[in-house]
Nanobody, 124 residues
Framework: QVQLVESGGGLVQAGGSLRLSCAAS????????TGWFRQAPGKEREFVAG????????WYADSVKGRFTISRDNAKNVVALQMNSLKPEDTAVYYC?????????????????WGQGTQVTVSS
């Protein structure tokens, strides 16, 4: 497992942007699939975006495709989520996760390391 710490959340108006970062510790981070999930009050945790261990492939939930971009820098042990054109329905706690799942995985059960979460609030 790796240890993950998110940062970059905050309050933003609809249409604005935020960039979340996830700092990882552990020498094997570069071999993990990494993803972002979110959980809104009263709702289940849902997949947002994933990135292959090499950074060569990414995949997204339909609700964020074209607005969010996931990236990683294995040399710095960092994964980022650039969020543009934010909507009030994007309001949630966002979690970074890492695991050994296959390409395209969207299942929380495929990720065994999780950060503590960072709050994103989008006002209308």
């Amino acid at each position: 497992q790796v240890q993950l710490v998110e940062s970059g959340g905050g309050l933003v108006q609809a249409g604005g942007s935020l960039r979340l970062s996830c700092a990882a510790s552990g020498r094997t981070f570069g071999s993990y699939v990494t993803g972002w999930f979110r959980q809104a009050p009263g709702k289940e945790r849902e997949f947002v975006a994933g990135i292959w261990w090499s950074g060569s492939n990414t995949w997204y939930a339909d609700s964020v495709k074209g607005r969010f971009t996931i990236s990683r820098d294995n040399a710095k042990n960092v994964v980022a989520l650039q969020m543009n054109s934010l909507k009030p329905e994007d309001t949630a706690v966002y979690y970074c996760a890492a695991g050994r799942g296959g390409y395209g995985t969207r299942a929380a059960g495929d990720f065994d390391s999780w950060g503590q979460g960072t709050q994103v609030t989008v006002s209308s």
